[in-house]
Antibody
Framework: QVQLKESGPGLVQPSRTLSLTCTVS????????VSWVRQPPGKGLEWIAA???????DYNSALKSRLSISRDTSKSQVLLKMNSLQTEDTAMYFC???????????WGQGTLVTVSS | DTVLTQSPALAVSPGERVTISCRAS??????MHWYQQKPGQQPKLLIY???NLESGVPARFSGSGSGTDFTLTIDPVEADDTATYFC????????FGGGTKLELK
């Protein structure tokens, strides 16, 4: 079945770069896109970036200058890098796969990222 | 960016009917979806394309609307429906509403 699993460092110092990995199973990254979505503690959801089945990418315009999304199809992994981290980047980071009408039908469990010195 | 506005909270009694609204700052056609999120869990897709029930979701949930005004209806509400409900549009780069926390009396 379709599964997504996020992994990351947990704690990142301010101004450093965050690297997150989404490992997928049950589908091919060359057939479906994957997005990253984050949620600060007690707050709402924010779409961050997407990589599509053909390899093209889209970014949240407010974060675009700090982001890079890529994939390794041989490992079934989607990689997200975000630089210049600040405390307001503290959040649960989810990867999700869109399905019908580009709704996010499948989600990982999320990985908590805390930005603190 | 397309801004989605939801009322922050609702309280209803089990067995009642509840409607949760979402208003978009510009038309998103029927590119609107609804999610349920319980504490400590990832969001769960309930409705896609404004009115289509996701597989496995109880028929108590329904969605309607197009353009800028959308509603999620739960009828009848059950105790397990206590959660936060988010709308999300996919007509432009995805954005989410702020969420509506549903509590049961």
């Amino acid at each position: 079945q379709v599964q997504l699993k996020e992994s990351g460092p947990g704690l990142v110092q301010p101004s450093r770069t965050l690297s997150l990995t989404c490992t997928v199973s049950g589908f091919s990254l060359t057939s479906y896109g994957v997005s990253w979505v984050r949620q600060p503690p007690g707050k709402g959801l924010e779409w961050i970036a997407a990589i599509w089945s053909g390899g093209s990418t889209d970014y949240n315009s407010a974060l675009k200058s700090r982001l890079s999304i890529s994939r390794d199809t041989s490992k079934s992994q989607v990689l997200l890098k975000m630089n210049s981290l600040q405390t307001e980047d503290t959040a649960m980071y989810f990867c999700a796969r869109p399905d019908n009408n580009y709704a996010f039908a499948y989600w990982g469990q999320g990985t908590l990222v805390t930005v603190s010195s | 960016d397309t801004v989605l506005t939801q009322s922050p909270a609702l309280a209803v009694s089990p067995g009642e009917r509840v409607t949760i609204s979402c208003r978009a700052s510009e038309s998103v056609s029927t590119g609107m979806h609804w999610y349920q999120q319980k504490p400590g869990q990832q969001p769960k897709l309930l409705i896609y394309g404004a009115s289509n029930l996701e597989s496995g979701v109880p028929a108590r949930f329904s969605g309607s609307g197009s353009g800028t005004d959308f509603t999620l209806t739960i009828d009848p509400v059950e105790a397990d429906d206590t959660a936060t409900y988010f709308c999300q549009q996919s007509w432009n780069d995805p954005t989410f509403g702020g969420g509506t926390k549903l509590e049961l009396k």
